[in-house]
Structures are given as structure tokens and as C-alpha cells.
């Protein structure tokens, strides 16, 4: 099955340092999406990107949705402590398994101030 | 304003007592799904509902049950939770099947 490899595991910066994390995937998606789960809560959602080659913002966030629509990369820049938490990817291609959003397995922030 | 409510936000259940957590949307959403997390692992999908039609998941254990009364309740019934049971539990919504889902703050289950 479609399987998502996201990276960096984890990390740990310091207050005001930028941040980049991807994702890829051995098959091609239609969506990808971004988002952010802080301890005992559900993920909120970052960044939706819909087409290949889109460069999405949010804020200090930047998305964007590789040429390939194989991969996808998360930005985030001059990083403060409430950036701490756990981001996923996730894509779908709405293909055989109807609802179906495969997840990478996170990565977690850690920043130090 | 909350959008994906679920009640409990923590639950706690005996080994083999049935539990049910609750999940409401305001969004008018046509899917809803259920999610099992465990910790320091991804979310899973469970089951999903498109409008009344259930939608399992090949792996999904016979011990998990859903029901849909109506657009706004999703339920989510452990018939005889298990130790391996005990994880986050995690309902989204959606607009229709391609849409981004939308997920709730989630069910912390605790099986003694």
C-alpha cells in the first residue's frame, strides 16, 4: 500500500531559527495536507495544498506541493516556543480506498528559547 | 467556536465494560470519520461514515462498532475494550469525500 516517509523524526532549535520537515511518498497524490498536534489534543489543520507545484502560506508557515506530486515540504520561519508540537503530512489520491488520508509519522518540534 | 466536539474528552473503563465516546459536528459535514492514535504514532483510520453509509476498514477489529443517527452524532462503541485498546481516539469531518477533514480534539480512553 501507499506509504508516506517523513523527515526529520524530530528536532530541536533554538527560539528564531527557521525550520524545514518533507514528506514523500512512492505514489502520487492529488492532496496533501499539513498539520500540527500539540500533546493530548486532535491535529489542527496547517496548510491544504490541491495541485502540483503550488506554494501555499499561512502566517510563517510555507507549504508547497511537489512537480512530482510525489513529495511535499513544510517551512516554518523564525520559530517561537508555541511552535512546539508534532507535525504531520498527509496525502490522499482518492483512489481505491474511499476517505482515506495516509499520514507520515510526525515530526516533533522542540524549540528552545 | 468548536466545530468537531467529542465527549469525553477523557474516559476511563474496565477491561471487557463497554464504552461509547460521542462526536458532534456544526459544519454540516456529509463524512465523519473515527481515528484510533496511539502514542508517538500517526492517527488510523477506523471507520467512516458518508452520510448513513458505513464505510469499514479492512483491519479494524469487530470489538470497534460506529453508529450515525443523524448528520450531527457519530458514535464510536468498544464492545470489550482490551489493554491494546487504550489510545487517543480521534473523530474528522469533511465536506464530501475529497474535502479536507477536520478533526476533533479527541477521546482519551484508559482501559484498567
Known amino acids: 500500500g501507499q506509504q508516506l516517509n517523513q523527515s526529520p523524526q524530530s528536532m530541536f532549535i533554538q527560539e528564531g531559527e527557521d525550520v524545514s520537515m518533507n514528506c514523500t511518498s512512492s505514489?502520487?497524490?492529488?492532496?496533501w495536507l499539513w498539520y500540527k498536534q500539540d500533546p493530548g489534543e486532535g491535529p489542527v489543520l496547517l496548510i491544504a495544498?490541491?495541485?502540483?507545484?503550488e506554494l501555499t502560506s499561512n502566517g510563517r508557515l510555507t507549504a508547497q506541493f511537489g512537480i512530482t506530486r510525489k513529495d511535499s515540504f513544510l517551512n516554518i520561519s523564525a520559530s517561537i516556543p508555541s511552535d512546539v508540537g508534532i507535525y504531520f503530512c498527509?496525502?490522499?489520491?482518492?483512489?481505491?480506498?474511499?476517505?482515506?488520508?495516509?499520514f507520515g509519522k510526525g515530526t516533533k518540534l522542540s524549540v528552545k528559547p | 467556536d468548536a466545530m468537531v466536539i467529542q465527549n469525553p474528552r477523557y474516559q476511563v473503563t474496565q477491561f471487557g465494560k463497554p464504552v461509547t465516546l460521542s462526536c458532534s459536528q456544526t459544519?454540516?459535514?456529509?463524512?465523519m470519520y473515527w481515528y484510533q492514535q496511539k502514542s508517538s504514532q500517526a492517527p488510523k483510520l477506523l471507520f467512516h461514515?458518508?452520510?448513513?453509509?458505513?464505510?469499514n476498514e479492512a483491519d479494524t477489529p469487530d470489538n470497534f462498532q460506529s453508529r450515525r443517527p443523524n448528520t450531527s452524532f457519530c458514535f464510536l462503541d468498544i464492545r470489550s475494550p482490551g489493554l491494546g485498546d487504550a489510545a487517543m481516539y480521534l473523530c474528522?469531518?469533511?465536506?464530501?469525500?475529497?474535502?479536507?477533514?477536520?478533526f476533533g480534539p479527541g477521546t482519551r480512553l484508559t482501559v484498567l
Open positions: 474528522a469531518t469533511s465536506r464530501d469525500i475529497t474535502d479536507t477533514q477536520y
Open positions: 495544498l490541491y495541485k502540483a507545484g
Open positions: 459544519l454540516n459535514h456529509n463524512v
Open positions: 498527509a496525502g490522499s489520491d482518492y483512489g481505491g480506498s474511499q476517505g482515506n488520508l495516509i
Open positions: 505514489s502520487i497524490f492529488n492532496t
Open positions: 461514515y458518508y452520510d448513513k453509509d458505513f464505510n
